[in-house]
């Protein structure tokens, strides 16, 4: 089965960048690749999505590799909040594996 | 409050009981999604509806079925229950598909005893 692949942890300290990879080498022309968070005990929620160029938000910036076969979430400076775990999903064929869990410390 | 709504919000059935879990997306969006997330697994895909047909199928026991009618809002089904079924169970919904961002309600968990 298609899938996504992600690192199962990273640690990063406090107000330091954190880069996220994912590796989708199975991805369709017409899949966009989006990144959701969930924190502790609540419902996985939005951070950003691209398909092919490169995205920034509020919350981060996604940068998407030229052949699309692998995208990195890049969270500009961790705070204590945005420890989660980050899921990279395509879409519309929903594509993921099991996330990669941020740790963040102080 | 991401406009998406899951009710009951808790469930304790038995097993070989069968339960409807309901889900409400956000005004104006036309595509559900299901999931399953068990307390030692990750997030599994269950099925997409879009304007009432399904779309896209993923890991969906035979046991379980799914619908989404008329007013957008859908009902997963869960039969025959077991032990193994109790998970928390999400409910997103957007407006279309893959270029438009998911919307996750807050889940119904699911417990089987």
């Known amino acids: 089965d298609a899938k996504t692949t992600q690192p199962n942890s990273m640690e990063s300290n406090e107000e330091e960048p954190v880069h996220l990879p994912c590796n989708h080498s199975t991805i369709s022309g017409t899949d966009y690749i989006h990144w959701y968070r969930q924190l502790p005990s609540q419902g996985p929620e939005y951070v950003i999505h691209g398909l092919t160029s490169n995205v920034n938000n509020r919350m981060a910036s996604l940068a998407i590799a030229e052949d699309r076969k692998s995208s990195t979430l890049i969270l500009h400076r961790a705070t204590l909040r945005d420890a989660a775990v980050y899921y990279c999903?395509?879409?519309?064929?929903?594509?993921f594996g099991g996330g990669t869990r941020v740790l963040v410390k102080p | 409050d991401s406009g998406v709504t899951q009710t009951p919000k808790h469930l304790i059935t038995a097993t070989g009981q069968r339960v409807t879990l309901r889900c409400s997306p956000r005004?104006?969006?036309?595509?559900v999604y299901w999931y399953q997330q068990s307390l030692d697994q990750g997030l599994q895909f269950l099925i997409q509806y879009y304007n009432g047909e399904e779309r896209a199928k993923g890991n969906i026991l035979e046991r379980f079925s799914a619908q989404q009618f008329p007013d957008l809002h859908s009902e997963l089904n869960l039969s025959s229950l077991e032990l193994g079924d109790s998970a928390l169970y999400f409910c997103?919904?957007?407006?279309?598909?893959?270029?438009?961002?998911?919307?996750f309600g807050p889940g119904t968990r699911l417990t089987v005893l």
């Open positions: 999903i395509l879409y519309p064929s929903v594509t």
């Open positions: 997103a919904s957007s407006v279309t598909g893959g270029d438009n961002e998911q919307f």
């Open positions: 005004s104006g969006d036309l595509s």
